[in-house]
């Protein structure tokens, strides 16, 4: 699940095709020479008068639970604010008709329903003069012997007004996977032992290989003015089986990451 509702945001909010690359993102979102390109919005509460909101949906019935929330910090940004609105509400209404269905074919085949749920809990991961850094904690529940859960990371531009993906910050995959070298594997490996009492089983490859990034969720955070940590994700199954959880791996930006940063965005970035 990871990476699910706030890649969704992106691209069911911005209308952005699957095919569309990097740089025509950053185009769109008026980021790469530093413009300040507007977004029209929708919703509650997009003036010039708005104050800081945060809000909490808690929805309960026989067929679903559903919970959404951010805090004060994103609500007061209209246009962020009315875009988590408009997921919150797209995300209800897909969850009521996919639970309606689901309880439905239940009674007909004759076994029980078991409820569905939704919970999406946004929060602030770290700042800099022009971005925020935004984690999205999400989990679900679609009938079965347990739920999912996992985290998801966006940016938003505070000029250009856009979400983008923490990764398009960087030359690219291969380039930040090439800045972390060893640092990761090595500090997502002493995490496993510790969790599996001190040692890796060498002959199970499935978790104790080293995850590509294209497999994690890449968070940046900061000190409150600059980018100085970066930190990658790994949801349940990615790095370790379902009982032992989800992997986070923080690391600090060093010279070799910054590196693999644009040289546009290398100034959000600690030297």
Known sequence: MTGSFAKLLIAGLLGLAACTSPEELEREAGVEDGGTATDATSGEGAGAGDTATAREISEESDLYAFSFSYPETLGSVPALRDRLDQQANREEADLQRAAREASQEAREEGFPYNRY???IEWKLAGQTDDWLSLIE???TYFGGAHGNYGLSSV???????????????????????KALGERYCNALDSQRMARRGGELDEGDDTFNRCPEIEELELVLLSNGKKFDRVMLYAAPYVAGPYVEGDYEVELSVDDAIREAVKPRYREDFVS
């Open 137 to 139: 904690n999400g989990a």
């Open 155 to 177: 940016l938003w531009h505070s000029g250009a007004q856009r979400l983008l993906e923490p990764i398009m910050l960087f030359e690219s995959q291969d380039a930040l996977e």
């Open 117 to 119: 749920m939704v919970t």
